[in-house]
């Protein structure tokens, strides 16, 4: 059974620090996408990364994928109470299904 | 979330009770998926359909069934509600292409007693 660990499982901080979120497993992903829940709505992406090793930014958020294609990292750069919410990694399991993280719920307070 | 409709939003049954979630798309997507959000345990797969006419079982099949109507349409039926049950319920779309963004609708809050 593939597992997709997430860490932490809480994280709150004060508006402008810099945090990181990781997702980590034992399976190798072809591909690991990460998506941002609101409360009420249904999870929405942020990005998808597919090469081992590579990094792709949006705006303030840093994303990673490792070498081994196992496990990837999120970094928020100066964290505003607009990045609040549950942060869920999903990996690519065959064609058609996705694994996903236990998620990390993140409050920034201003 | 336009592009994925779930309903009801919200419903209460009590154990025994027997309900169909509906899910509708207007995307175009092949495949679509249904997805139970439990605290501490993410989304967790309970039957897919790669395409119109076929289903699959996901991680947590037991106690639901499924249809895949036509290309627009996939429900989730639990024919005998249990507590253990009780969960949001999240339809997801997408292209049947891997690395490709799944949409999601806005959940179903479902409490069974």
């Known amino acids: 059974t593939q597992l997709l660990e997430q860490s932490p499982q809480f994280l709150s901080i004060q508006e402008g620090e810099n945090l990181t979120v990781y997702c980590n497993s034992s399976?190798?992903?072809?591909?690991l996408q990460w998506y941002r829940q609101e409360p009420g709505e249904g999870p929405v992406l942020l990005v998808t990364?597919?090469?081992?090793?590579e990094v792709k930014k949006l705006k303030r958020l840093t994303f990673q994928f490792g070498d081994a294609r196992k496990d990837s990292s999120l970094h928020i750069t100066a964290a505003q109470p607009g990045d609040t919410g549950l942060y869920l990694c999903?990996?690519?399991?065959?064609?058609?299904?996705?694994?996903f993280g236990t998620g990390t719920r993140l409050k920034v307070l201003a | 979330n336009a592009g994925v409709t779930q309903t009801p939003k919200f419903q209460v049954l009590k154990t025994g009770q027997s309900m169909t979630l509906q899910c509708a798309q207007d995307?175009?997507?092949?495949?679509m998926y249904w997805y139970r959000q439990d605290p501490g345990m993410g989304l967790r797969l309970i039957y897919y359909?790669?395409?119109?006419?076929?289903?699959d079982k996901g991680e947590v099949p037991n106690g639901y069934n499924v249809s895949r109507l036509n290309k627009r349409e996939f429900s989730l039926r639990l024919e005998s509600a249990a507590p253990s049950q009780t969960s949001v319920y999240f339809c997801?779309?997408?292209?049947?292409?891997?690395?490709?963004?799944?949409?999601f609708g806005d959940g179903t809050r479902l409490s069974i007693l």
């Open positions: 997801a779309n997408g292209p049947g292409v891997v690395g490709q963004p799944q949409h």
């Open positions: 990364v597919v090469t081992g090793g």
């Open positions: 359909s790669a395409s119109e006419g076929t289903t």
């Open positions: 999903a990996g690519a399991s065959g064609t058609y299904k996705y694994i």
């Open positions: 399976s190798v992903f072809s591909s």
């Open positions: 995307m175009n997507h092949n495949s």
